[in-house]
């Protein structure tokens, strides 16, 4: 694993054994060389043998990402929670897995990541009207969702900028850019995380290092799908019912957003072709936001 957790670089191993210019710790000879420009072919977008971690990658979104960054030759690490499905994700794509609470951020503050592309993605939600949020679980997802990606991305500049090249990928979601009552700490954490990748990009900029967020509506992940079947029972409706009247009210485009659609445009984000695009934000939402 690329993490140099402090309790922990047995994973260092793997980052110089490759040889990809991702892999090098800073403080290395060779750390200020920038990756090459192209990998093993004109599609490949330079990403062959280049590092990425992938938040909450043991599910969902994340998984996506997992896949679709290591079918272009990506090692991925799966940082997850969930020991065991990210063990399983991590062996699907022949990469590791790291099991961490991203709840944890003490033990994030000394940690060091040698990582060519971070992929913020774990996310929680918890709907209730504001008078009667929880507290601690209005904090939660502060905690998760802006504090821990503050904490990863600090972790990985350094080394992204000894070799002067980096990409940082931020899973925000339509409720970034637009709000939705009872969400207030979802919409909260997601407009945090937009600044958060605004501030990276115009540090970064000059380091090779680009920093973007990707703004889905509604995928269609085991989170959404519970969702959709909690409402189909409350709302005593069917479940399409709720995709089209709730859900998809106001898309122009009635359905679901697929992972792998969400996780295409991230590995777009992550190579070569999009060394100019940074400080961005980019809807994929059926025109929800239109
Ligand atoms: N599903 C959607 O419709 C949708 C839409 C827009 C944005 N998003 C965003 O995409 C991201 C992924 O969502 P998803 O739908 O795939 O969710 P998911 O619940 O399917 O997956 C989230 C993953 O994060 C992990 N995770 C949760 N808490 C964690 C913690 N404390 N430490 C480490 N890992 C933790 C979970 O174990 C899980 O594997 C989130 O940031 C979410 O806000 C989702």
């Given at each position: 694993m690329s993490v140099n957790a402090p309790e922990s670089n047995a994973s260092g191993n793997n980052a110089r054994d490759n040889g990809a210019p991702g892999n090098k710790a800073p403080g290395d000879e060779s750390a200020g060389e920038k990756a090459p420009a192209s990998g093993t072919g004109p599609l490949s977008g330079g990403l062959a043998g280049q590092r990425a971690l992938v938040t909450g990658g043991a599910g969902g979104l994340g998984a996506a990402c997992a896949r679709a960054l290591a079918a272009q030759g990506v090692h991925?690490?799966?940082?997850?929670?969930?020991?065991?499905?990210?063990?399983?994700?991590?062996?699907?794509?022949?990469?590791e897995a790291w099991e961490v609470d991203l709840l944890d951020t003490a033990a994030l503050e000394s940690l060091k990541l040698e990582v060519d592309i971070l992929i913020n993605n774990a996310g929680i939600q918890t709907i209730s009207p504001i008078q009667e949020f929880d507290p601690a679980a209005f904090r939660r997802i502060i905690t998760l969702m802006l504090e821990a990606p503050f904490l990863l991305i600090r972790a990985?500049?350094?080394?992204?900028?000894?070799?002067?090249?980096?990409?940082?990928?931020?899973?925000?979601?339509?409720?970034?850019?637009?709000?939705?009552?009872?969400?207030?700490?979802?919409?909260?954490a997601k407009h945090g995380l937009e600044g958060l990748s605004k501030v990276t990009a115009l540090e970064g900029g000059a380091h090779g290092v680009t920093s973007n967020c990707v703004n889905p509506g509604y995928v269609r992940t085991?989170?959404?799908?519970?969702?959709?079947?909690d409402q189909a029972r409350t709302h005593g409706i069917a479940p399409e019912q709720v995709l089209s009247d709730v859900m998809l009210a106001r898309n122009a485009i009635k359905r679901l957003v697929e992972p792998a659609e969400v996780a295409s445009l991230v590995t777009w984000l992550a190579a070569d072709q999009a060394a100019m695009v940074t400080g961005a934000s980019y809807t994929m939402d059926g025109g929800w936001t239109a």
């Open positions: 991925v690490i799966v940082a997850d929670r969930d020991g065991a499905a990210a063990a399983a994700v991590a062996k699907e794509v022949g990469g990985a500049l350094p080394h992204m900028y000894a070799q002067n090249h980096g990409r940082i990928i931020n899973i925000s979601s339509i409720h970034g850019l637009r709000a939705s009552a009872f969400k207030s700490a979802y919409v909260s085991p989170l959404v799908e519970g969702q959709i079947a």
